[in-house]
């Protein structure tokens, strides 16, 4: 509603918005037909805004709508427009009737019916809806969900103040309360979309009301409405000040009547918040198109379709804001800034990814603060993920109890030592004292300290009921008494207690309420996104990233692809030869999600799926420059872990012996490049690997001697470090033995033991040979392993499928069916 000029309409009078001005009343369809009449392999003038993918799917990226057909669909029914209106027209439904006695008049029946079954059009004309990302001609139907009001960060608090009318987007339902619209640039983008092809015609529709233009500086304390659910919603505006706006067109000529037109323009939706170019794919048949993402600010949220529980969830903040005594409201000293803040939301999901919690965080503006005046240091430990498998595969082996909590607002729990200020947050100004700020006395999220100063406090509380730190790992304690222990795993605000003893561990779950808000949730079963399955009675426990998997699959639009069964085919070259080099394919390259998709594979590989280590260590050198062939390399890992996504990672098991070992391998001079070879070590605990590595040589090997030496002593300072923290948890009786490394390599091993061919080794780094003062202090042995049971070989090389099978089961991965 941007284009508006400021009027007041009588009683009973018709408010009508005619169309505006836009591309010069020439349609989308007729500026650009190529995007509406599409031939298998035909060229077009928008050729580069084109391309398909490896399942033969065209797909329109860049700078343009993302929507793809299959190829059956582009020979037999090439027009997305006959599509929509196909499928309306066979399920006998007349929903895009316009109104009988005017022209181009606005079908409330028809926008609903397009909002609510566009899902359904998915699935029984098989058209993907994808990630929106920015376009360079902008054409949707409404931005709008449901219910919502137009709310954008930017609109600087101008608005205008409806009365008494029906409202366009609620679908002309009948409102009795007050609707706040605001002017730039949402609703002037919101309601140009609309009145290009249309007009509302209110007096159509039964309509009589007046409309009010508020000119004066307004202030609405409380806005209400019904939402989707028909619950009342009471929202607290702040003061807005309206802009005098210019330029609307409220016109009482009475409307002819005209032929109705046959088709209209197809428009999409989509939410108007800072693109994510490859976020999450959200399908039709899972939810609504236009629903599923959280709010960017505090309006977008209080405007939300599910602003009821973003504002519960806001008050819980405010609310543990003021049980900690955060802060004090004083007046700002002289020569002194204040920190912003704003709102973060974010739903909770469970490991089956339903939403369980709608969590509101208010969020310091960190970015502003300056080093040695409002912060100095900023460090903080978390707990490492193969300390979390260690203590996993021990609980496997002695059954212990596996409890999980977390701390509510953990941040605010730590003490500030430095003077900082901070602005009030939006929508909770005290109206007492609007100049204040607050003055803030324990950390808040944001703050550059913020994380190290809740560790410490911790840190403080938990050594106060008598846990020890274990000194190779800071955020892993531990409590013993007699034939009672206990471990707790600290990360961030996550907490894992395990132990053998229920009544003990109750103790600590009450210590830890009485210190901190603490959410129980009773055993562990999702914890950084791995699911945590048990079987008592056979004392197995797995680990698995299926939904995570899932969704890196579906976000990388690799849902429909073919199953592949090698995270790398065997024989798979990649180099520097294969990058883009002209100015055209790097710009192709550049729209390919390579890093993003690099980047969420890392995780899984580094929580549970160790058998991609290799194949992403590869591909992950090309970051910079890829080329088609490295993206094809990622897109066959992606295809795996389709396949495998339902694979755990395994530990216990009756027969299975409480001891570590190790393997290592090494591959010569792989790189096609440097010619620098592979490092790959893997270490087992109670048959399922605990940690391992993947990674090229930081020097050229001479020799393959040379190469599985470096390997070795490389897994030899692992070995040094996991000896020294078992050997504290006091309950492996195993790690005091030397832990076993296996090497294939006859002469790594004799140069490990003592210094062989002087010849042949003087060039070798000094740092390589620690191994030497490892096994002479007794932490490890060094020993010979055949190939063809050297666990490592997966991690330095491509495998042969039954050969990759293979040695997957023996560091762990199985799926369900084999274990469940």
Not at 17 to 30: L, S
Not at 351 to 371: C, E, P
Not at 699 to 721: C, G, H, L, M
Not at 745 to 760: D, F, M, V, Y
Request: charged letters at 25%.
């Amino acid at each position: 509603m941007g284009s508006m000029i400021r009027r007041k309409v009588r009683d009973g009078a018709d408010a009508l918005f005619w169309k505006q001005e836009w591309f010069g009343h020439t349609t989308f369809q007729q500026l650009f037909p190529n995007l509406y009449k599409l031939e298998l392999q035909k060229n077009c003038t928008i050729a580069q805004r084109i391309y398909k993918d490896s399942s033969d799917i065209i797909c329109f990226n860049w700078e343009w709508n993302r929507v793809t057909l299959s190829n059956l669909l582009v020979q037999y029914r090439p027009d997305p427009e006959e599509m929509i209106q196909c499928y309306y027209f066979t399920r006998g439904r007349d929903c895009w009737t316009w109104n009988g006695e005017t022209m181009n008049v606005f079908s409330t029946k028809m926008c609903r019916d397009w909002l609510r079954d566009q899902h359904r059009i998915v699935n029984d004309n098989g058209i993907l809806w994808l990630k929106w990302v920015p376009s360079k001609v902008l054409c949707f139907l409404w931005r709008l969900s449901l219910n919502h009001i137009p709310v954008l960060s930017n609109l600087g608090g101008r608005g205008v103040l409806l009365k008494t009318v029906k409202c366009p987007i609620c679908l002309l339902e009948d409102e009795s309360v007050e609707h706040l619209f605001f002017s730039w640039p949402v609703a002037q983008e919101t309601w140009r979309r609309i009145s290009w092809w249309t007009r509302i015609d209110f007096a159509a529709c039964g309509v009589r009301r007046s409309i009010e233009w508020i000119e004066e500086e307004i202030k609405v304390q409380a806005c209400s409405w019904v939402d989707h659910r028909g619950k009342n919603v009471s929202i607290c505006w702040e003061k807005w000040k309206v802009e005098t706006l210019s330029q609307l067109r409220v016109d009482t000529t009475p409307v002819t009547q005209s032929n109705i037109e046959e088709s209209s323009v197809r428009r999409s939706i989509r939410d108007r918040r800072d693109p994510d170019r490859y976020g999450f794919l959200i399908q039709g048949n899972d939810v609504p198109f236009f629903d599923g993402t959280e709010p960017t600010n505090y309006k977008t949220a209080i405007s939300d379709l599910e602003s009821d529980k973003w504002l519960e969830a806001m008050g819980a903040e405010m609310q543990s804001m003021h049980d900690n005594q955060v802060w004090d409201l004083v007046d700002l000293p002289p020569n002194c800034k204040t920190v912003g803040s704003k709102w973060v939301f974010k739903k909770k999901t469970d490991m089956d990814g339903n939403v369980h919690t709608f969590k509101a965080r208010l969020v310091a503006k960190g970015f502003t603060q300056t080093q040695g005046i409002d912060y100095e240091e900023t460090f903080s430990p978390v707990a490492m993920l193969k300390s979390i498998r260690i203590l996993i595969a021990i609980s496997a082996y002695y059954d212990y109890e596996i409890w999980q909590m977390d701390v509510k607002t953990a941040f605010l729990n730590g003490h500030l030592t430095e003077d900082v200020y901070m602005a009030q947050p939006e929508g909770f100004v005290d109206p007492k004292n609007p100049n204040k700020v607050c003055k803030l006395k324990k950390s808040i999220y944001g703050l550059k300290q913020a994380s190290r100063s809740w560790n410490l406090r911790f840190d403080e509380k938990i050594k106060e009921f008598g846990f020890l730190k274990n000194e190779d790992e800071p955020c892993v304690y531990m409590k013993a008494s007699g034939s009672i222990v206990m471990f707790l795993i600290l990360y961030v605000d996550d907490i894992l207690l395990i132990g053998n003893d229920i009544p003990t561990l109750n103790g600590v779950k009450s210590w830890l309420g009485k210190c901190f808000a603490m959410k129980d949730l009773g055993e562990a079963a999702y914890i950084l996104g791995i699911k945590i399955y048990r079987d008592r009675s056979r004392r197995l426990i797995g680990l698995s990233q299926s939904t995570y998997i899932d969704k890196v699959i579906r976000r990388f639009l690799m849902q429909d692809a073919k199953r592949g069964f090698l995270p790398m085919a065997h024989g798979t070259i990649l180099n520097k030869l294969q990058c883009p080099e002209t100015e055209d394919q790097k710009r192709r390259m550049e729209r390919v999600p390579y890093a993003s998709a690099i980047g969420s594979i890392m995780y899984a590989m580094l929580c549970t799926r160790p058998d991609v280590s290799y194949a992403l260590s590869m591909t992950s050198r090309y970051q910079q420059n890829p080329g088609d062939a490295h993206w094809i390399a990622v897109k066959n890992i992606l295809k795996y872990l389709k396949r495998t996504k339902d694979m755990f990672l395994i530990y216990g098991g009756i027969d299975e012996e409480l001891c570590v070992k190790c393997y290592t391998d090494a591959s010569f001079q792989t790189d096609r490049d440097d010619s620098r070879s592979q490092t790959g070590f893997v270490f087992t605990l109670k048959g399922g690997a605990i940690t391992w590595k993947s990674s090229k040589q930081t020097v050229v090997a001479q020799s393959t001697t040379e190469s599985e030496y470096i390997a070795a002593s490389d897994a030899a300072k692992e070995a040094a470090w996991m000896k020294k923290f078992i050997a504290d948890l006091g309950v492996v009786p195993s790690i005091a033995r030397p832990i076993e490394v296996m090497c294939d390599n006859s002469g790594a091993i004799a140069q490990a033991k003592e210094p062989r061919s002087h010849h042949s080794t003087k060039h070798i780094l000094r740092k390589f040979h620690y191994i030497r003062e490892i096994l002479e202090r007794g932490d490890i042995t060094i020993n010979k392993v055949h190939t063809d049971h050297n666990l490592a070989d997966p991690f330095t090389k491509p495998m042969p499928q039954a050969k990759h099978e293979e040695h997957a089961r023996n560091i762990g991965l199985r799926f369900a069916s084999d274990w469940i």
